[in-house]
């Protein structure tokens, strides 16, 4: 029996229709993966800091201005962030003037800013013990915070503190 002979496949032609659909599926898959990418920033994005970076600009000199007002009151406010046994973040803020009496007549405000993520900040709502002392809690999670304290007479902010903490 005589051996088969095999014949080779000739090659495949290159046409001028498939190079077209080459390169329209080639941009196509291009273009579908950066709409899925685009989505994905999108609607994940937690937002910046400050949304009016330009606003914030032309406040700058009242900011300083107030920055320089506190620091010639030489308060001395501290914080401390711990865990209770239900597992809320408590923040005690203790407010004593240059002379060590405590303050009065103020109101307190703090917040837990995310450095990441704004959706996650958290507000927490300080009640006033007396005695410049205030004391609040929130549900935050484990992490890295920055920790805003804010001081008020009336509607005017006399004490600003912000800090770094990470909350266990």
């Known amino acids: 029996m005589p051996a088969a002979s095999v014949q080779p496949k000739p090659p ?31 609607f994940t994005f937690g937002g910046t800091e400050r949304t009016g970076a330009y606003q914030a600009g032309l406040n700058f000199g009242q900011e300083m201005a107030a920055a320089q007002r506190q620091q010639a009151l030489h308060w001395q406010v501290a914080g401390q ?36 993520d704004s959706r996650l900040d958290r507000d927490i709502a300080l009640s006033s013990l007396g005695g410049g002392r205030y004391r609040g809690e929130a549900d935050a999670t484990r992490g890295h915070w920055e920790l805003i304290v804010d001081l008020y007479r009336g509607d005017e902010r006399l004490f600003r503190s912000r800090s770094r903490v990470t909350l266990r």
């Open 81 to 116: 962030l711990t865990r209770d046994a239900a597992g809320f973040a408590v923040l005690e803020v203790t407010a004593l003037d240059d002379k060590g009496a405590a303050l009065s007549g103020l109101s307190a405000r703090a917040r837990l800013a995310h450095p990441a």
């Open 12 to 42: 495949r032609e290159l046409t001028g229709r498939m190079v077209l659909l080459y390169l329209v599926s080639f941009f196509f898959v291009v273009f579908a993966v950066n709409g899925i990418m685009m989505r994905a920033a999108i």
